[in-house]
């Protein structure tokens, strides 16, 4: 068996290593620009009007409607957005705050994609040979973006946790 040095494993590795760490910060960065540019809608009435009859289908978000009017919650919903994509962007100089803001950002993506289940018209379905299938509509396409926004979320708590743990050992 034919020996390798070291320096050669390395320097073969290191271009996908590059790419997990382009990857990474790309997924980040992107998640945080959506979420914050998400959020800062949120302060329109037109957002908020247009959010309103989504909010009410959710038994996760309804509730909102009995404690603040339709602006105000809006706005509530924009500020924990705004906070989880500021708290991720400091993922290079605070991990725990990355891990705070990957936890509130995947509590938001899996209330919006509760979505799918709890609004009228999100799916359609289809008999297809004596099978139904569900299919999502347009805004329930839109919705399902969530998927990759909550993996993406969940990637960022486990990358920072774990770089949290090695950094006490």
């Known amino acids: 068996m034919e020996k390798t040095d070291l320096s050669e494993k390395h320097s073969a590795r290191t271009p996908y290593i590059n790419v997990d760490r382009i990857g990474f910060f790309v997924a980040l960065y992107g998640v ?40 105000q919650a ?17 993922y290079p100089v605070s991990r725990k ?22 609004t009228p018209g999100v799916l359609h379905t289809s008999s297809i040979s004596g099978n139904t299938l569900a299919f999502p509509s347009l805004f329930g396409g ?10 993406v979320s969940l990637w960022i708590i486990s990358r920072s946790g774990s770089e949290i743990v090695h950094s006490h050992h």
Do not use: Q, R
């Open 97 to 118: 705050a990355a891990v705070a803001g990957g936890t509130i950002a995947s509590c938001i993506f899996l209330a919006t994609m509760s979505f799918l289940l709890t």
């Open 74 to 90: 809006s706005i509530l919903i924009g500020v924990v957005e705004i906070i989880a994509g500021i708290l991720l962007a400091l």
């Open 142 to 151: 839109f919705l399902l973006k969530d998927v990759v926004l909550l993996g």
């Open 32 to 71: 945080s620009l959506i979420l914050i540019w998400i959020g800062a809608f949120k302060f329109h009435p037109d957002e908020a009007e247009a959010i309103s009859d989504i909010i009410l289908a959710s038994p996760l978000m309804s509730w909102l409607y009995y404690i603040l009017d339709i602006n």
